[in-house]
């Protein structure tokens, strides 16, 4: 004869018809800010989570070129409020972006912030008095768009840039007297620079 505590195991839940109802869904964690800061010999991220009840760890990235990330250094969860220092002397622009790893294995990406370098500047034009119909510019990182907008932010001209960098040249078409928003779009980043159209 069995004892009556040996079929506890195998029964278990055998009521339970539906047991999808009773798994609890866990959001994943929401960065609500993300920046860095430059130091005399480092770079400080900052961020602010909410809901990390189901993360593994946070991943702070970096890239130099707005392509290929390497890891900055790993936070387990724990307060909400986080700062890392990523020690590094390299001046040049850096972007940055979290990786948050779930307890199932899972991970994504959030957005990213600029550190700009002090040796080369992110995205400049130049003269930002444009006459005629041409923008000069100089990029640090490769950039696939530019669009412009006019002062109330309507959309006046958009056009694929295929990810060129350094310095180049962008044809525009002829604009009216008055000032403008050109915005450069790339591999995860945007910048917005104001210029004006002098005639």
């Given at each position: 004869m069995f004892p009556a505590y040996s079929q506890q195991h195998i029964i278990a839940n055998k009521d339970n018809t539906r047991p999808e109802t009773t798994r609890q869904y866990v959001l994943p964690a929401r960065i609500t800010s993300?920046?860095?800061?430059?130091?005399?010999?480092?770079?400080?991220?900052?961020?602010?989570?909410?809901?990390?009840?189901?993360?593994?760890?946070?991943?702070?990235?970096?890239?130099?070129?707005?392509?290929?990330y390497q890891t900055a250094g790993e936070l387990i969860p724990f307060a909400g409020s986080y700062q890392l220092k990523h020690y590094t002397s390299d001046p040049r622009p850096m972007i940055y972006r979290l990786r948050i790893e779930k307890k199932d294995g899972s991970f994504y990406n959030t957005g990213t912030s600029l550190l700009d370098g002090i040796a080369e500047p992110f995205i400049n034009?130049?003269?930002?008095?444009?006459?005629?119909?041409?923008?000069?510019?100089?990029?640090?990182?490769?950039?696939?768009?530019?669009?412009?907008?006019?002062?109330?932010?309507?959309?006046?001209?958009?056009?694929?840039?295929?990810?060129?960098?350094?310095?180049?040249?962008?044809?525009?078409?002829?604009?009216?007297?008055?000032?403008?928003?050109?915005?450069?779009?790339?591999?995860?980043?945007?910048?917005?620079?104001?210029?004006?159209?002098?005639?």
């Open positions: 993300l920046h860095v800061v430059r130091f005399n010999g480092y770079n400080e991220i900052q961020w602010a989570a909410v809901g990390e009840q189901d993360t593994r760890r946070f991943v702070a990235e970096y890239t130099t070129d707005g392509i290929n034009i130049y003269p930002t008095a444009v006459r005629g119909d041409v923008i000069n510019a100089i990029t640090a990182f490769p950039v696939e768009r530019a669009g412009i907008a006019g002062i109330e932010g309507q959309s006046v001209f958009v056009k694929e840039l295929g990810g060129v960098s350094g310095s180049f040249t962008m044809a525009i078409p002829s604009l009216k007297k008055g000032v403008y928003w050109i915005t450069f779009y790339g591999n995860g980043w945007n910048s917005t620079t104001q210029f004006v159209v002098a005639g």
